[in-house]
């Protein structure tokens, strides 16, 4: 089976994940429908999907919205599921929105998928964040689950939902929990999107880079493009025996490495380390870095792409389409969210 002319359905496909899916997808011969209302807040960007604009359709709603585009749903043969909220920090100012983007809206996209297109195989972007702090490495997916923010525990609803449903046959889903990703169409402007979008928003615009604790955590960067191989992957493989399959980056680096790797590439800029504010220390991991047997067993297949080769290709291309992600007279991150905390933001689902 091969993607060629085959219909599918990529939510959050204007964000930095989805938009190099469906970029992938339609180079493939894919048929692909994008779903996304490009929500306050997250990653979507109308630019990422340049080179594909005239030929994907785009439903800007959002998913929770779903029974609004039943027919898409309908026709698609795999579905990509990337729609969510990744920042850990906005999900501990606003548990409310995080949770309504990251599981009721989950929940309500997954049970018209369950009703428009039973036993349809929907791959969904999980995360390493359900783990919660390591009680070894590299982590497995036997580890218990003890997400330490809100974020953590909405991502694990939606991970729980496409299992469930999955268990009931409704659906055919696989998660694949991500560690942290990087490469082009990454947001750079809002804050609080993680330590590699921030490096990057900080070096593209001459900064030197402040690192927090003692910089020996470790973490497991994996190049989008070898993600996108996973999700590729994941679309047409059988069914697996486990459902839910870690997929992260083929080497453990610090986190003083990596903003090392960074500063020099883009022409030796300082690198400090401060120590670790309250608000980031009480949702800290520690070090993290990702078993990958399972994903190797599952679909033969391992990331490749060493960080400072995906970091090289990754600069370039923000060099090249620089003023689409930050306008450097003016750097300064904005989320575009509400000041008031407890607020939810932007309620869109047209029931509530
Ligand atoms: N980037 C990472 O390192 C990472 C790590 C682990 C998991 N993930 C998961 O991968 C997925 C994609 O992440 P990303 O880095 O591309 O984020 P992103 O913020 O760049 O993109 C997310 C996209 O989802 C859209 N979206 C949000 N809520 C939606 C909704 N209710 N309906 C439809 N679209 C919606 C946003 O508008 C945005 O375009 C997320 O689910 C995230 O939790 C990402």
Not at 76 to 91: C, D, P, Q, Y
Not at 190 to 197: A, V, W, Y
């Amino acid at each position: 089976m091969s993607y060629r002319n085959l219909r599918v359905l990529v939510t959050g496909g204007l964000g930095f994940i989805g938009s190099n899916l469906a970029i992938r997808l339609v180079e493939l011969g894919a048929r692909v429908t994008i779903v996304d209302p490009q929500m306050a807040g997250c990653g979507g960007n109308p630019h990422n999907i340049a080179p594909i604009c005239d030929r994907v359709e785009l439903i800007s709603r959002d998913a929770g919205d779903a029974d609004q585009f039943a027919g898409a749903i309908r026709e698609a043969k795999v579905i990509f599921n990337l729609a969510g909220e990744i920042s850990h920090i906005h999900s501990m100012e606003f548990p409310e929105r995080d949770m309504l983007i990251n599981a009721v809206s989950q929940l309500r996209f997954l049970q018209a998928c369950a009703r428009h297109n039973p036993g349809v195989r929907v791959v969904y972007a999980g995360t390493r964040q359900v783990y919660g702090k390591p009680d070894y490495l590299p982590m497995d997916e036997r580890h218990p689950l003890r997400p330490v923010d809100f974020n953590g525990v909405h991502k694990y609803a939606a991970n729980m939902y496409h299992d469930m449903l999955s268990r009931m046959g409704l659906l055919d889903g696989i998660v694949l929990r991500l560690t942290n990703v990087y490469g082009p169409r990454m947001s750079l402007s809002i804050p609080c999107q993680g330590f590699l979008s921030t490096f990057l928003r900080l070096v593209l615009t001459g900064k030197g880079l402040v690192v927090f604790g003692d910089g020996k955590q470790l973490r497991d960067p994996m190049f989008v493009d070898d993600a996108v191989k996973a999700f590729l992957l994941a679309g047409l493989a059988p069914t697996p025996p486990q459902r839910t399959i870690n997929a992260g980056g083929p080497r453990a680096l610090s986190l003083h490495q990596i903003a090392r790797i960074c500063a020099r590439l883009a022409g030796d800029l300082p690198v400090e380390l401060r120590p670790f504010p309250e608000d980031r220390a009480m949702i800290d991991i520690g070090s993290y870095f990702t078993d990958t047997s399972l994903l190797a067993e599952t679909f033969g297949w391992k990331p490749s792409v060493h960080f400072e080769d995906g970091m090289m290709t990754t600069l370039a291309y923000y060099r090249a389409e620089m003023s689409h992600y930050l306008d450097p007279s003016n750097p300064q991150p904005c989320c575009g969210l509400p000041e008031h905390k407890g607020i939810p933001h932007r309620l869109t689902y047209a029931a509530l």
